[in-house]
């Protein structure tokens, strides 16, 4: 069995059969757990052990949210998630623990975000690609565009 302590990276392609309890069989889809707390709904993917993961490589299978073991997950260095199927998210799905991620959301179907907005003096902040989303550019967006156009005036300068 894989040990948390001593895997680096998961690609989508190796199996996840060896993370599963021994009574999943191959025609049962994994499933996102959710555990409920007094103010909101938890999602945990069936890799929260793996706390020394570093790559986590999921593009193309399909997700349609974010679990919070991925954004909690100090040692993860890089978040693979392009060509999925998620549609919004929320300043919560942005808040990244390990502030050095690169996190790829390339080629999904997010027409709307949050974005979370780190307190000042944080040394560094996670790297988010979200080109070829259908975004709506709507109220909600706009603080976003602004920030946005914020700093590249004050790189400019």
Not at 69 to 87: E, G, K, P
Not at 122 to 150: E, G, I, K, M, Q
């Amino acid at each position: 069995p894989l040990r948390s302590s001593s895997l680096g990276s998961l690609s989508a392609a190796l199996s996840l059969g060896n993370l599963l309890p021994p009574t999943w069989n191959s025609s049962q889809p994994v499933s996102i757990a959710p555990s409920t707390s007094a103010d909101q709904i938890e999602y945990h993917s069936p890799l929260r052990e793996l706390v020394n993961l570093r790559e986590l490589d999921l593009s193309g299978n399909r997700v349609r949210l974010m679990c919070d073991d991925w954004r909690s997950a100090w040692s993860l260095r890089r978040l693979d998630l392009a060509h999925n199927l998620l549609t919004a998210l929320t300043d919560t799905d942005l808040a990244f623990t390990s502030q050095s991620i690169k996190v790829d959301l390339r080629h999904n179907r997010i027409t709307r975000f949050r974005p979370y907005v780190y307190p000042a003096g944080t040394a560094a902040t996670p790297t988010v690609f979200l080109d070829h989303n259908p975004f709506s550019c709507d109220c909600r967006l706009y603080p976003a565009v602004d920030l946005l156009r914020r700093r590249a005036l004050t790189a400019a300068l």
